[in-house]
């Protein structure tokens, strides 16, 4: 069991106490035990029992129960508080802005106990005279089931796509003559997809054979040449059958999206044509005339033209990316210290390190104060001297307030080498609200990069709404990169706006926002998602050598420094 699926179990222990009213002392401590878990750079399952207590913030009663968890999969104490919940009750605290006491009176008080009958109750106007609801309060509830019913049945790329190669891996050794690849929506990297198709030479019947049917597994026919196989709480696999000599073709047509095979195949001023037998796709470009399309770069016909024009650039990897921007030690939310993240930083082959732990406005996340700044800068100055020519730079991720204006007095702003500028309180805004904050910490001169530009959470908060346009020409204005958070449940900025930032001369910068040095890993994610929009290199702030990277703060200080009286 990984420290994520402890974490979720805790969470939601801590939420199922608080809405029975149980021993609020208790209730905290597993939130905070949620909390840690979920943070940490160590497996819990890969620890002995010694070192399992020795941990920082596992205490005995915590300790026991992901021991259990670990060995048998379950918490006794979970279940029994689960077996007197209604069922629906679990899928209302999934709705976002929800909180268990709000739960508790409207199970209580209303007796709802599915969300469709709190759907049912918002649209009847029932919950606007409930104490500490009102009219605002319904109209999100509503707004939030919605986007709960889009998305029902979807998962992450990065989840789904790690179960899908995981079975092509596997079916590769079981039989090692036959052909197997992942195609459609993960292989063009979809940030998140509801199945992972996958076509193969193999038999059917042979194929089936390999998945025995159970409670928590169904197998299904759709067509002679198409089997689905879904695992419960896994996302579907999509099986399409194929014979040796078609296998490249039809990975071909099943990997590009609808708009760009009907492109392909009726072309815009010509028909390319899809050959049946050929030895890789590869072949079908080029005797096409066409340069080489990415399969990420297959969701709109328009690339065709690029293609036809041997005008598509050299998409961004994991290996193009030289630095570890965004990230959070134990000063704030972290779990590591300076040193052993610059250490690991090294390790992983990285060139430098921005840390950029919460502003003191995230309390909630230890955010500095300026004189724990102070202390910081003093240690990464000396670690910096110990582990030079690897150099940690000093940055902050300053709180967007409400107003727009960022933490801080312009004093200590100027104290750091960058500034990370992100909003994380008072989410819910109308366009017009979210757009007048952004735009005034755009224009704010100690902002260097936008950080999570719409604040959404992928399968769990919509984000708020902005004018991508105009947010991208206020940040070519002022000079402000725009980050492509690399956390797969976020990946924001959306990779649909890239293709708009690089033309406007916008940077962007791949950034894992790492709370622990685990978390590094999570910039393959970012490049994935950058290669969607076409993203490169040399477009990328976190692909600059360090002197490239020192040459760019000291320019960018320039234009923007003018006219700062500090």
């Given at each position: 069991m990984t420290n994520k699926q402890i974490a979720?179990?805790?969470?939601?222990?801590?939420?199922?106490?608080?809405?029975?009213?149980?021993?609020?002392?208790?209730?905290?401590?597993?939130?905070?035990?949620?909390?840690?878990?979920?943070?940490?750079?160590?497996?819990?399952?890969?620890?002995?029992?010694?070192?399992?207590?020795?941990?920082?913030?596992?205490?005995?009663?915590?300790?026991?129960?992901?021991?259990?968890?670990?060995?048998?999969?379950?918490?006794?104490?979970?279940?029994?508080?689960?077996?007197?919940?209604?069922?629906?009750?679990?899928d209302i605290m999934a709705i976002k802005g929800l909180g268990p006491k709000k739960?508790?009176?409207?199970?209580?008080?209303?007796?709802?106990?599915?969300?469709?009958?709190?759907?049912?109750?918002?649209?009847?106007?029932?919950l606007v005279a409930l104490k500490g609801f009102g009219a605002k309060t319904q109209e999100s509830i509503l707004q939030s089931i919605s986007y709960l019913k889009q998305n029902e049945g979807f998962f992450l790329w990065s989840d789904a796509v790690a179960v899908g190669e995981g079975i092509v891996a596997a079916l590769r050794t079981?039989?090692?003559?036959?052909?197997?690849?992942?195609?459609?929506?993960?292989?063009?990297?979809?940030?998140?997809?509801d199945a992972v198709d996958i076509i193969t030479d193999l038999d059917k019947t042979i194929l089936r054979k390999q998945f025995a049917e159970s409670e928590d597994v169904l197998v299904e026919?759709?067509?002679?040449?198409?089997?689905?196989?879904?695992?419960?709480?896994?996302?579907?696999?999509?099986?399409?059958?194929?014979?040796?000599?078609?296998?490249?073709s039809k990975l071909f047509t099943t990997t590009g999206s609808e708009a760009f095979i009907d492109g392909f195949i009726d072309g815009f001023n010509a028909k390319y044509k899809v050959p049946e037998n050929v030895a890789s796709e590869e072949e079908i470009f080029s005797m096409n005339g066409l340069q080489f399309i990415?399969?990420?770069?297959?969701?709109?016909?328009?690339?065709?033209?690029?293609?036809?024009a041997n005008a598509l650039p050299t998409l961004i990897t994991k290996a193009d990316i030289r630095s570890i921007i965004h990230s959070h030690s134990n000063y704030s939310d972290g779990q590591n210290t300076i040193e052993e993240m610059a250490?690991?930083?090294?390790?992983d082959g990285f060139e430098y390190l921005v840390l950029s732990d919460h502003s003191q406005a995230a309390f909630y996340a230890n955010g500095l104060t300026p004189e724990r700044i102070a202390q910081q800068?003093?240690?990464?100055?000396?670690?910096?001297?110990?582990?030079?020519?690897?150099?940690?730079?000093?940055?902050?991720?300053?709180?967007?307030?409400?107003?727009?204006?960022?933490?801080?007095?312009s004093s200590v702003l100027n104290t750091f080498d960058l500034v990370i500028a992100?909003?994380?309180?008072?989410?819910?805004?109308?366009?017009?609200?979210?757009?007048?904050?952004?735009?005034?910490?755009?224009?704010?001169?100690?902002?260097?990069i936008l950080g999570h530009p719409t604040g959404r959470l992928l399968l769990s908060r919509k984000g708020y709404p902005l004018d991508h346009k105009v947010i991208i020409d206020a940040c070519a204005e002022y000079n402000v990169v725009l980050e492509v958070n690399a956390h797969p449940r976020r990946l924001d900025l959306d990779w649909r706006w890239i293709e708009y930032a690089i033309e406007k001369g916008v940077l962007l910068s791949i950034d894992p926002d790492a709370h622990s040095i685990n978390g590094y890993k999570d910039v393959y994610y970012g490049a994935m998602i950058g290669q969607k929009g076409g993203l490169t290199a040399k477009h990328n702030l976190s692909s600059f050598t360090l002197p490239q990277f020192e040459e760019f703060l000291v320019n960018v200080r320039k234009k923007k420094m003018g006219s700062v009286i500090v």
């Open positions: 979720d179990q805790f969470e939601l222990l801590s939420k199922l106490m608080d809405l029975h009213g149980e021993n609020s002392f208790k209730t905290k401590t597993y939130a905070v035990s949620a909390y840690n878990i979920d943070k940490l750079g160590v497996e819990l399952s890969t620890l002995d029992e010694a070192e399992l207590f020795n941990m920082k913030g596992i205490g005995e009663s915590t300790g026991k129960k992901i021991l259990e968890l670990i060995h048998t999969g379950r918490m006794t104490v979970l279940e029994e508080i689960i077996a007197n919940t209604p069922p629906g009750i679990l739960i508790s009176v409207i199970w209580k008080e209303l007796g709802i106990e599915s969300v469709g009958e709190l759907e049912y109750a918002c649209n009847e106007n029932r079981n039989f090692p003559n036959n052909l197997f690849s992942v195609s459609g929506a993960a292989r063009r990297q979809v940030e998140v997809l026919v759709i067509a002679d040449d198409v089997l689905h196989i879904t695992v419960t709480m896994r996302p579907k696999l999509a099986f399409r059958f194929v014979t040796k000599e078609t296998f490249y990415p399969p990420p770069m297959r969701e709109e016909a328009g690339v065709l033209n690029k293609a036809a250490k690991a930083a090294i390790k800068h003093a240690e990464i100055d000396a670690i910096n001297a110990k582990l030079a020519p690897f150099k940690i730079f000093k940055s902050i991720e300053a709180d967007i307030l409400n107003d727009g204006s960022l933490d801080y007095s992100s909003v994380h309180s008072n989410l819910k805004m109308n366009e017009e609200k979210a757009m007048t904050r952004v735009l005034k910490a755009i224009a704010n001169p100690f902002t260097t």
